[in-house]
């Protein structure tokens, strides 16, 4: 048989005899062939090289149109995030290796993680590859990721780095400190710096790295935060008053706005941290946590009871804080407090039966390490406990979907699963 027949160009009329007659060689015996499909068939491989025109027409149309707000970094990342994506999605592997470092820090990296420390960040996705490794050396290297990039500052320090899955996106410098840092998952960012002329200033920038907004503050910022889309920021100064007292303003923006869309102020109460949640945000204070309204307005309110917060968490509408009271001599006792926005039931501590050494919240469950076990509480009152004596000491734990916890050592994180409750 000619394999040249086998390509027969569509000009050629389907369905004649020398048709039948290759059909016959080809498949060995002799077929009766359909004259019906095989004029269908024509027409579809007519629409199919149609379609494919104008795909390619549709294509090159909107990077002519566009050609302004196309950039080569954009398309190579494009390329280079693509099997990435698919690997996000896959089962985390049940241990992954890395180098020791000092000043070691962690943080998911969408359903991956990324590990960093004063010599390096090492970024891996969710099935343990290490898609992406690269040195440096900061004196105190601090780690912020979200789902779309990673990123490390160096704290008093004046440069930062960006990264995606596969490569460093770029290195910025700010002509002052860099005290803190937040990320969103459309790869905008903010940085929190000291101020030659202000007390501190709150630096707003876009996916490009380009600087958006600034936000100067006469008094101290003491915690500043992105939403996860990249729209809104929280901002949390602390001052003192005529009297003596604390002062702490909570400013919710539009991001890029100079005027805030909410203002919260508090007398007598030192500030820790601000947090978006899914309907409004909230504040962790040294005697309380606060939600609020997207307009500002009190919606609950949970007091520590004279105990000390030593240890939080917030993932969504659920926040985790780890309580310690000071009792005579040298006993010290740790409670859990869990807290969900929307919940107006009554929530009372509960008291730990071990040291913790970190905490992680997920999907209205908390997760405690300690020495010698990881133990799970839901908002629903109920407990689960994993000993973990047999595995290299953890000194962090990461959940990343409610159940699935990273266990995570100096040289290796594993997945613990506590199954369904």
Do not use: W
């Amino acid at each position: 048989m000619k394999f040249k027949k086998l390509f027969r160009p569509l000009s050629e009329k389907p369905g004649s005899e020398e048709s039948g007659e290759e059909l016959s060689e080809l498949f060995g015996s002799e077929i009766e062939l359909n004259r019906y499909y095989s004029a269908v068939s024509a027409v579809c491989r007519v629409l199919e090289f149609g379609f494919l025109f104008a795909l390619i027409l549709f294509t090159v149309s909107s990077a002519v149109f566009n050609r302004d707000a196309v950039r080569t970094d954009t398309v190579k990342n494009v390329i280079k995030n693509f099997t990435f994506r698919l690997d996000k999605d896959s089962s985390p592997s049940p241990e992954i290796i890395y180098e020791p470092d000092s000043l070691q820090s962690f943080a998911l990296f969408g359903k991956g993680l990324a590990v960093s420390g004063n010599s390096g960040i090492r970024l891996f996705s969710a099935s343990g590859r290490n898609t992406f490794k690269y040195d440096f050396y900061y004196s105190s290297s601090r780690l912020k990721a979200s789902s779309g990039i990673a990123a490390v500052y160096d704290f008093g320090g004046n440069e930062y780095m960006i990264f995606n899955t596969f490569s460093r996106v770029g290195r910025g410098t700010v002509e002052d400190s860099i005290y803190g840092m937040s990320v969103a998952d459309s790869g905008a960012y903010i940085l929190l710096t000291g101020d030659a002329e202000y007390a501190s200033s709150v630096m707003l920038f876009r996916s490009d790295l380009s600087l958006k907004t600034r936000y100067r503050k006469n008094s101290y910022v003491v915690s500043a935060e992105i939403s996860r889309d990249g729209d809104g920021l929280l901002i949390t100064t602390l001052d003192v008053n005529s009297s003596g007292q604390y002062l702490t303003v909570i400013e919710r923006y539009n991001a890029g706005s100079d005027t805030p869309e909410a203002t919260v102020e508090l007398t007598g109460i030192f500030p820790y941290g601000c947090f978006f949640t899914s309907d409004g945000f909230g504040l962790l204070a040294s005697d309380r946590i606060l939600f609020y309204t997207p307009g500002g307005a009190l919606k609950r309110s949970l007091s520590f009871g004279g105990l000390e917060a030593v240890l939080y968490d917030v993932s969504g509408d659920t926040a985790g804080i780890i309580l310690k009271e000071t009792g005579t001599g040298l006993s010290v006792n740790y409670y859990l407090l869990l807290a969900v926005a929307d919940d107006l039931r009554p929530t009372e501590p509960v008291k730990l039966d071990h040291t913790p050494v970190s905490l992680s919240v997920r999907d209205f469950a908390a997760y405690v390490l300690s020495e010698e076990r990881l133990d799970e509480y839901t908002a629903d009152g109920k407990s689960a406990s994993i000993d973990v004596t047999n595995r290299p000491e953890g000194s962090a734990v990461l959940a990343y979907e409610k159940g699935k916890v990273y266990y995570l050592s100096k040289s290796s994180a594993f997945v613990i699963e506590f199954g369904d409750k």
